[in-house]
C-alpha cells in the first residue's frame, strides 16, 4: 500500500539554521504530496503541498520540491526561527484519505 | 467563517466503556474525515463521510463507527473500548467532496485515554 517515510526527529536547531527534513514515499499511481504542521496544543495546518512532479510548494518561507526521480518530497528552510518548532508531517493521496509519516519534531532554539 | 470544532477537547474513560467525539465541520464542507493519532505516530485514517454517507475506510475494527449530520456536523463512535485506543482523535473537513486533493482543515483533536 502507500506510505510515507520520514527522518526520525526530535531535531534540534540554532535560530538561522538551515533545515532538511527528508521523505521518501510509496505509491500506486501519481500522488498529490503535502506537508503538514502541528504546532503545540494546535491542530494539524497545510504548510504546502504539490501536485504533480517537478511542482515546488512553498510557503512562509519553507519549500518543497516534487521529485517523482527520486520519489521524494524533502522539506527545505533556510533560516529556521524560534517560532517554528512545531512536529511536521509528510502525506501523500491519490484519490484515498491521506497516508501521514510518523512526524519530525522540531525544536528551535534561540 | 468558523473552523472545524471538536469536543470534547480531553476525556478518561475506561475498558469495555463507549465514547462518543463530535466535529462541527468548517462552513461550506461536506465531507469530514476521522484520524487517530497514536503518541509519537501519524494520524492514521478511520472513516470518511461525505453527505452522509461512509466513503471509505481505514483498518479499524467495526466499534468504530460515525455519524455524519445533514448540516455536515459529524460524530466518531468507540465501543469496548481497549486501552490501545489511548490517542488524539483529529477531525477533518473540506469542500471538495470525497475524491479532492485539496486541503484538509483540522479541528485540535479530542485526546482520549482509556484506563
Known amino acids: 500500500g502507500d506510505s510515507v517515510t520520514q527522518m526520525e526527529g526530535p531535531v534540534t536547531l540554532s535560530e538561522e539554521a538551515c533545515l532538511t527534513i527528508n521523505c521518501t514515499y510509496t505509491a500506486t499511481g501519481y500522488p498529490s504530496l503535502f506537508w503538514y504542521v502541528q504546532y503545540p496544543g494546535e491542530g494539524l495546518q497545510l504548510l504546502l503541498k504539490a501536485t504533480k512532479a517537478d511542482d515546488k510548494g512553498s510557503n512562509k518561507g519553507f519549500e518543497a520540491t516534487y521529485r517523482k526521480e527520486t520519489t521524494s518530497f524533502h522539506l527545505e528552510k533556510g533560516s529556521v526561527q524560534v517560532s517554528d518548532s512545531a512536529v511536521y508531517f509528510c502525506?501523500?493521496?491519490?484519490?484515498?484519505?491521506?497516508?501521514f509519516g510518523k512526524g519530525t519534531r522540531l525544536s528551535v532554539i534561540a | 467563517e468558523t473552523g472545524v470544532t471538536q469536543s470534547p477537547t480531553h476525556l478518561i474513560k475506561t475498558r469495555g466503556q463507549q465514547v462518543t467525539l463530535r466535529c462541527s465541520s468548517q462552513s461550506g464542507h461536506n465531507t469530514v474525515s476521522w484520524y487517530q493519532q497514536a503518541l509519537g505516530q501519524g494520524p492514521q485514517f478511520i472513516f470518511q463521510?461525505?453527505?452522509?454517507?461512509?466513503?471509505g475506510r481505514g483498518n479499524f475494527p467495526p466499534r468504530f463507527s460515525g455519524l455524519q449530520f445533514p448540516n455536515y456536523s459529524s460524530e466518531l463512535n468507540v465501543n469496548a473500548l481497549e486501552l490501545d485506543d489511548s490517542a488524539l482523535y483529529l477531525c477533518?473537513?473540506?469542500?471538495?467532496?470525497?475524491?479532492?486533493?485539496?486541503?484538509?482543515?483540522f479541528g485540535e483533536g479530542s485526546r482520549l485515554t482509556v484506563l
Open positions: 502525506a501523500l493521496t491519490v484519490y484515498t484519505p491521506l497516508v
Open positions: 477533518a473537513s473540506s469542500a471538495g467532496g470525497p475524491h479532492d486533493t485539496g486541503e484538509l482543515f
Open positions: 463521510y461525505y453527505r452522509e454517507e461512509e466513503n
